[in-house]
């Protein structure tokens, strides 16, 4: 696990590892020895941000690597430590001591950036990534078990992420969770097929009713903590596959459809650093989980379908049908009087023609909330951006026949914000946050490898743990 390259071990004689700002760089470039220059000189090395200098000693071994951060990284720690997450793709393998950095960098934001640029994705290869690797030594200061939850929720939430369909449908999303809440001596139902009908999930049978049995659909509840504390719903999207139904995708939209689960995965991720770290609540996980399939049985564009909260859905089109479970989800979430509800899902394209694949939009209506979730990201370097729930748009998902339709009107074009204020019609009555998230880093950088990537849940962890600890 990428994790366990954090350690507390201290090594016999263990590399320094020194990040400076550009400035700070510069100064000790100017004023190291002779030799130290020249080898510098020879490597290219400058002293710009995101360079790595790596100095050998009389012997030949690695005594010195220096990493170089933007002056403006090195004011703004949270985003600071997470350059680092670059070190362990530059690194030689070894172990390192953090001998210098910015006086702001948080060490345990250090080491948990350590672990994240050193995930890797090699269940499919038939040997191991890179066996040999860089390995920090937990800086002074540092909350190392802490850290490693961290490093740990967000390897799972990629892991389940980068896992193809075919290996990761309903039941082993439900064998996951179940896994989880026996490790934290939490309780887990689930709701599978027909039975969804009766328990009063009709929109999560209603998407995933085309599906073959044994990837039925399935509504999980995971519940931890004191029944005294206060409530905390987190509900994750969880989409196995996405063919789009029998509105069905083009082959290139179909392509990454394996992570139309990112927010069930990230939901049970953050839920994770919650019961790892013990905060004083009572969390409740609700994932609905289902696969967007084709077959005879198929729910049809222009279908109205029962929701959980009594309010009846149009079917404009099969392929918005992430907001269709998450309605059942919200309205169930409203039953359990929570102080916080939180939903992730991959819910929309518009969001990353507004934003991009790097910074997934929120919404909420509760200023002192977004504040809060704004200084949360600022404070671990988790790109967030608000977006309004801009009551102007409601009137696009209003349906002819029935309460509410999955397909906003073209006119009001912002298919974020009116996705989210369709989710905001089952929302409880309560601090509601929706996170329209991608899940996933298109284009490779040290540190952020191609693939499954978890966003925004460190942000509202450092949220929860600032109310809950």
């Known amino acids: 696990m990428s994790e366990m390259l954090i350690s507390a071990d201290q090594a016999s004689a263990p590399s320094a590892l020194k990040v400076l700002a550009e400035p700070d760089a510069q100064a000790w470039l100017a004023a190291a020895p002779a030799p130290l220059r020249a080898q510098a000189e020879l490597n290219g090395f400058t002293a710009k941000p995101g360079q790595l200098f790596k100095a050998a000693g009389p012997e030949g071994r690695l005594e010195l690597a220096l990493f170089v951060v933007s002056e403006k990284d090195a004011a703004a720690p949270g985003w600071g430590a997470q350059a680092l997450r670059a070190l362990p793709a530059l690194l030689p393998a070894g172990d390192y001591r953090l001998d210098a950095s910015p006086a702001p960098f948080d060490p345990t ?58 290996d990761l449908g309903p039941r082993q999303i439900e064998t996951i969770a179940s896994e989880i809440a026996e490790q934290f001596a939490a309780v887990l139902t689930s709701v599978v097929g027909e039975g969804l009908l009766a328990a009063g999930y009709p929109a999560v049978h209603a998407v995933g009713r085309a599906a073959v049995p044994e990837r039925a659909p399935r509504m999980i509840e995971l519940v931890w903590g004191d029944p005294g504390d206060p409530v905390v719903v987190l509900i994750g999207k969880g989409v196995v596959f996405d063919t789009g139904g029998l509105d069905i995708k083009p082959s290139a939209g179909m392509g990454l459809m394996k992570k139309d689960m990112g927010g069930a995965a990230h939901a049970l991720a953050l839920g994770r650093m919650v019961m790892a770290a013990g905060l004083k609540v009572r969390l409740v996980v609700l994932l609905p989980v289902a696969e967007n399939a084709i077959s005879g049985d198929a ?48 819910l929309t394209g518009a969001a990353r023609a507004a934003l991009g694949p790097q910074l997934p939009p929120f919404f909420t209506d509760d200023e002192a909330l977004a504040k809060e979730l704004e200084v949360a990201a600022e404070a671990v370097g988790d790109g967030l951006w608000r977006l309004p729930l801009w009551g102007g748009y409601a009137g696009a998902v209003d349906s002819e026949i029935a309460d509410i339709k999955n397909d906003p009107d073209g006119w009001a074009q912002a298919g974020s914000i009116t996705a989210a204020l369709f989710l905001q019609r089952f929302a409880p009555a309560c601090p509601w946050l929706h996170l329209d998230i991608f899940a996933w880093n298109p284009k490779p950088r040290p540190g952020w490898p191609l693939g499954g990537e978890a966003q925004a849940i460190r942000a509202l962890f450092h949220l929860l743990k600032g109310r809950y600890a």
């Open 109 to 166: 934001q250090v080491a948990i950036a350590f672990a994240l640029g050193a995930y890797r994705f090699d269940r499919y290869k038939a040997a191991p990534l890179n066996a040999a690797r860089p390995r920090l030594i937990a800086p002074a200061g540092c909350d190392l078990e802490g850290a490693r939850a961290v490093a740990h929720a967000c390897a799972l939430a990629r892991d389940m992420i980068n896992t193809p369909a075919n």
């Open 299 to 346: 729910m049809r564009p222009g279908d109205v379908i029962a929701s959980r909260k009594g309010l009846s859905i149009e079917v404009g089109n099969t392929d918005a049908e992430g907001r269709l479970i998450l309605a059942d989800a919200l309205a169930r979430a409203g039953e359990l009087q929570p102080a916080l509800a939180i939903d992730l899902a991959t």
